[in-house]
T-cell receptor, first 108, second 116 residues
């Protein structure tokens, strides 16, 4: 079976750094995606990791350790518009399985 | 704007009814995926079509069915609707048939279905 765990909610301060963790157990692994979703809107692609290590893309970075079944999304220089849900999704066997998402609230 | 379009944006109907949701993928994408997102819940994968053929199936109810047409647009049919079917239904598309290396899924704006 497949299982993906993320914290339900996190809060952070504008300008700070926040790390959102994701652990997974899956049969078949083709990569791990992070999506951002504002309430009532479509998920938008943030990052993709297939090999171990850190992928940096502007203010967002994503890390993967396949042996540990672990990933994190790092958001730097937080802005109010970063308040959203962040979805970890594992790809395998032609399916993208999403975690329940982490709701991040950024406050001034 | 992801390039994926979905219609209608909102749909309100009664229990027992049947509705059809429509999705047009990004230009050049061959795969279409359907997801359901209920209030405060994660995205649940329903079904995938690749170039007209069913490719993968998730937790899709027997009351639900989908198809992909030769022009690659897709329709999700929901029948004998129940209150619990109220949700956001998203369509996503990707270039090829596997959610694998570099094959990112791009999501449409969704259809909000309300069953009264």
């Amino acid at each position: 079976g497949q299982n993906i765990d993320q914290p339900t909610e996190m809060t952070a301060t504008e300008g700070a750094i926040v790390q959102i963790n994701c652990t997974y157990q899956t049969s078949g692994f083709n990569g791990l995606f992070w999506y951002q979703q504002h309430a009532g809107e479509a998920p938008t692609f943030l990052s993709y990791n297939v090999l171990d290590g850190l992928e940096e893309k502007g203010r967002f970075s994503s890390f993967l350790s396949r042996s540990k079944g672990y990933s994190y999304l790092l958001l730097k220089e937080l802005q109010m518009k970063d308040s959203a849900s962040y979805l970890c999704a594992v790809s395998g066997y032609n399916k993208l399985i999403f975690g329940a998402g982490t709701r991040l609230a950024v406050h001034p | 704007d992801s390039g994926v379009t979905q219609t209608p944006k909102h749909l309100i109907t009664a229990t027992g009814q049947r509705v059809t949701l429509r999705c047009s993928p990004r230009s050049g994408d061959l795969s279409v995926y359907w997801y359901q997102q209920s209030l405060d819940q994660g995205l649940q994968f329903l079904i995938q079509y690749y170039n007209g053929e069913e490719r993968a199936k998730g937790n899709i109810l027997e009351r639900f069915s989908a198809q992909q047409f030769p022009d690659l647009h897709s329709e999700l049919n929901l029948s004998s609707l129940e209150l619990g079917d109220s949700a956001l239904y998203f369509c996503a598309s990707s270039p090829s048939g596997t959610s694998g290396i570099t094959d990112t899924q791009y999501f449409g704006p969704g259809t909000r279905l309300t069953v009264l």
